[in-house]
């Protein structure tokens, strides 16, 4: 009698299938920490101390592909960008030194502390406006009615932008999450490539109106710093846009949604927040290891390389899942255990390492965190409800969640 084997982790793997990765995610650390993952060329990476490595060796692994399309752009979905003018390109994540050395120094000196304690003000009363709108309810998708919104308001606040334009910047990232990380057809590609035509008209406008009339805003900064003789031309201020009208609140509306799924379905945790608002930092530090927004990044390798022992030539495409990275045993006692209580929770990979990690980091830990300590004040009973089931969009590197179902009051 002849005993099947189980397939190998590699065989089970599907990078854009995010719904409950993290068994399988745990396979490949132990068992196959770096391979080629045969559908897509990309050699996938598992293990913290190997991913690490690679977004520390920016020479070797290059971030040129990091916005890339998973999925090559068809013809007819190039010819819509070309005819309208679409020549975007990443604000930072995707660029290389010297142009990303030159361009975020820049950037970080406009994109900083100073301005975020500025908005901490804002940033309290858009969160409370979004939980007395719910309050009255006893039940919310917490996802659609809190977490979609709060973020792209502080975020427009940033960027100086109107909150009546929340609804079509939000369908703009939709599409440029899906064209670059997801795996589209063909016709499914083309009314993205419509939308991003308009995001990047979008963000070009906005440069030209705050050339015109200047506010108290990120653009306006820029703009500033260009004229008093920073080496940053219109269209690389518009490209920070571009990037920062995508990252600045996706991630954060996803962090905000997948913490308290975390922090609610670990009742003990939640109980202590309550008791103890002083807890949110080291929580929020454990939910960006165990549940973060981003779980893989992209890189080339520029010359024939090694990773974890394994040779990866010149020119491979490289997966780096940070979502394993964040529960390694080797790095984390009990990994796959939420503990915010954990000492060394800082060392994940959430908002990268090296030369390219995350510019909004303070801002997004800033709104996770009054978000967190007025939801625990306002709903110290709130409680996950429905059916328990949370689809995720299909891609490589975004665990966006569609809905998060909750209920207090009475109805808890």
């Known amino acids: 009698m002849t005993v099947k084997s189980e397939p190998k982790p590699a065989d089970r793997f599907n990078p854009f ?31 913290h101390a190997d991913i690490k490595a690679v977004f520390d060796d920016w020479k070797t692994f290059s971030s040129e592909n990091a916005q890339a399309p998973m999925r090559p752009m068809c013809a007819e979905g190039k010819k819509i960008m070309t005819d309208g003018g679409f020549t975007a390109y990443s604000g930072l994540s995707a660029r290389i030194p010297p142009d990303h050395t030159r361009i975020r120094k820049i950037v970080q000196g406009a994109f900083g502390p100073r301005r975020f304690r ?86 070009r406008a906005l440069v030209a109106s705050k050339r015109a009339t200047p506010g108290d805003d990120l653009p306006s900064d820029l703009l500033q710093l260009q004229a008093d003789g920073a080496d940053i031309t219109d269209d690389e201020i518009a490209g920070v846009m571009y990037s920062v009208l995508f990252a600045g609140h996706e991630t954060t509306t996803t962090l905000m949604t997948n913490g308290v799924h975390t922090l609610l379905s670990n009742r003990d945790a939640w109980e202590a927040i309550c008791a103890d608002p002083a807890l949110i930092p080291k929580a929020t530090e454990e939910i960006l290891r ?123």
């Open 118 to 203: 500025a908005m901490e003000p804002k940033i309290e009363q858009i969160v409370a406006d979004a939980f007395d709108r719910i309050e009255p309810k006893g039940h919310a998708d917490f996802f659609r009615d809190v977490a979609y919104d709060v973020p792209a308001f502080v975020l427009f606040k940033l960027v100086g932008v109107p909150d009546s334009d929340v609804e079509k910047v939000k369908a703009w990232s939709v599409s440029r999450a899906l064209l670059t990380w997801g795996e589209l057809s063909d016709a499914e590609q083309l009314p993205h490539a419509h939308n991003m035509v308009d995001y990047w008209a979008y963000c």
């Open 290 to 412: 165990f549940a973060p927004s981003i779980v893989a990044w992209r890189r080339r390798a520029k010359a024939d390389a090694e990773i974890g022992g394994v040779a990866v030539p010149e020119g491979s495409d490289i997966l780096l899942i940070m979502g394993s990275g964040n529960r390694d045993e080797a790095v984390f006692d009990h990994g796959e255990t939420f503990d915010m209580h954990r000492d060394n929770a800082r060392n994940h990979l959430s908002f990268g390492y090296g030369i390219h990690f995350c510019l909004g980091f303070q801002l997004a830990k800033l709104e996770f965190g009054i978000m967190l300590r007025q939801l625990t004040e306002r709903f110290p009973d709130a409680r996950l409800t429905g059916d328990g089931n949370i689809e995720y969009l299909p891609n490589v590197s975004f665990r966006v969640p569609s809905k998060l179902e909750i209920t207090w009051g009475k109805g808890s």
């Open 17 to 47: 299938d995010l719904s409950a990765p993290h068994a399988l995610w745990q396979d490949m650390r132990n068992e196959q920490p770096v391979f080629q993952h045969g559908d897509t060329g990309y050699f996938v990476v598992t293990r």
